[in-house]
């Protein structure tokens, strides 16, 4: 391994990176300035200019969030947080060149935790491929989600934005095309990436979309977002304003992040639809900064929501929580009784599981499953098939040997797969090998990573686009292939079902 340092000139100054192994890795570059003093509960701002030389070879700091949070914290959780936290990184092949096809990563975390510095983000088997990767921090929580009002609304949605307004600016000093620009992310990050297809201050910032377990319509209205901001004013006793929070100190708004994620998730035990949602922390559409979800854009037909798109879902994504909150045997009945209830789980359902492929029997598998599809699987069909523009859909099905019959594909393990990364997490001790087994398939994974970089070079990840007629779906599995009607009998089963914003 060789390593060495090299410079370059961004537009608010010169920042040097770390070149290893003819890669060349640019972190903590600021795009805005920190988020906290004056500028707290305002949308973000640019930097100040520096003078000399910037170091970029250390992680930049996540937004202040609540400890212990995410899959796999050692892989996907920050490097450290702090106040200067809207900064990102660069993942280069060659500043030098001129062309390359350029990748921007949202990280995923409910909107309340996470870091696009996180080690498990690496851009370096993307570089390796010709593609420059963007890996970007943004608030979180109260401070990036919570709503004050017009000019407050989706402050870290409008970081993202931000953030690719610098890629447009800057990209050509670091070897990218910025006409040939590719936003990805999975969960919290695919849900950002469905809420920029809608966001007039995001036309024009990238020509393609990557949403892996996401929903194009998670967002929720204003008075929705304020019964979550009063909630949060009550707790921390203080006018559920700008002026009453901006003098609360980080540790304190962390900590009510927290509770206000307790209390709304145990809104599932009493069947609480909005609860099945995961986060209290949401864009708010019909706002100056989100006027429409993209689900609605694609259904009009609108030309911003129109690019093409990559999505697809993992089979199991909501067994992880369901595990966690249902461990307890005197508890699991509740819970099964609560998504029976705000589901809407009936015979014809339960029914359709039983006789899918899979013959779901198991009364918790069938509420995982029913809450996998309600919240993931269903939501990104009904996108893909109200689309005008090419959509690809997949479904990532491969679950290790060490994983438990119910536990299955996990939301979350798609993560190394799609960066050709399993070393990273089997590295991770117990929870690395209990997610990825002892031999984890090379092969998917390099297939998996090749289609991702196919459709960031050409717009096409190498399977024909999902339609009504085949509704083709690529099964990422041991053995990989191409599916017509991969959801089938589930699917037309759901049809008709309300789904959130749907």
């Known amino acids: 391994m060789t390593t060495s340092t090299s410079l370059v000139r961004t537009e608010f100054g010169t920042v040097q990176g770390i070149t ?22 305002r949308p973000p701002v640019p930097p100040e200019p520096w003078d000399g030389v910037r170091d970029g070879t250390r992680p930049g700091p996540a937004a202040p969030q609540p400890a212990g949070q995410g899959l796999l914290g050692t892989v996907y959780g920050p490097p450290g947080v702090g106040e200067d936290c809207l900064t990102l990184e660069v993942c280069t092949p060659d500043p030098s060149t001129v062309g390359l096809p350029v990748l921007v990563h949202i990280h995923g975390g409910g909107f309340f935790s996470g870091a696009g510095s996180a080690p498990g983000y690496s851009g370096q088997n993307f570089a390796r491929h010709g593609i420059v990767h963007v890996g970007i921090n ?20 409008r970081d993202q934005s931000a953030a690719l307004e610098w890629v447009q600016r800057n990209i050509t000093a670091f070897g990218g095309d910025p006409g040939r620009v590719t936003i990805f992310g999975q969960s919290g990050g695919a849900v950002s990436v469905f809420d920029h297809l809608a966001m007039p201050a995001s036309r024009g910032l990238f020509s393609r979309a990557i949403a892996q377990s996401g929903h194009p319509a998670s967002t929720v209205d204003a008075d929705e977002a ?29 900590a009510a992040t927290q509770a206000t994620l307790a209390r709304f998730g145990a809104g599932i035990l009493t069947g609480d639809r909005r609860a099945l949602l995961l986060s209290p922390f949401r864009g708010v559409h019909e706002t100056e900064s989100l006027p429409s979800s993209a689900w609605r854009l694609a259904k009009i037909g609108s030309v911003q929501a129109n690019l093409p798109v990559l999505t697809g879902t993992v089979r199991n994504e909501a067994v992880e929580i369901l595990t966690m909150i249902g461990s307890s045997p005197w508890l699991a009945p509740f819970v099964r009784r609560g998504l029976r209830s705000g589901i809407g789980i009936d015979r014809a359902l339960r029914n359709a599981y039983r006789s899918g492929p899979r013959h779901i029997t198991n009364p918790s598998a069938v509420a995982e499953a029913a809450w996998t599809d309600w919240g993931f699987r269903m939501p990104t069909l009904r996108y893909a098939t109200a689309r005008t523009a090419p959509t690809w859909v997949y479904e990532f099905r491969w679950q290790a040997e060490t994983r438990p019959p119910l536990r299955g594909a996990s939301h979350g393990i798609d993560l190394p797969f799609v960066r050709d990364d399993l070393e990273r ?11 990825l087994g002892s031999h984890p398939p090379v092969e998917l994974a390099t297939a998996m990573h090749a289609a991702w970089v196919r459709f960031a070079q050409t717009g096409d990840p190498g399977w024909a686009p999902y339609t009504t007629d085949d509704r083709t779906t ?29």
């Open 20 to 41: 290893r192994d003819g890669l060349y890795l640019f972190r903590n570059i600021p795009y805005a300035a920190p988020p906290f003093g004056r500028n707290r509960f």
């Open 425 to 435: 997490v089997a590295a991770a001790g117990d929870a690395g090998h209990e997610l």
């Open 474 to 502: 690529m099964v990422f599995d041991s053995r990989s292939e191409v599916v017509a009607d991969a959801a089938g009998l589930e699917r037309r089963a759901w049809e008709g079902r309300a789904l959130h914003g749907m």
């Open 226 to 254: 304020l019964r979550i901001t009063r909630q949060v004013a009550r707790r921390l006793r203080v006018a559920p304003t700008v002026e009453g929070l901006r003098d609360i100190s980080i540790p304190r708004t962390v």
């Open 138 to 157: 943004y608030r979180l929580g109260i401070d990036g989600f919570l709503y004050l009002g017009d000019g407050t609304d989706n402050l870290g949605l």
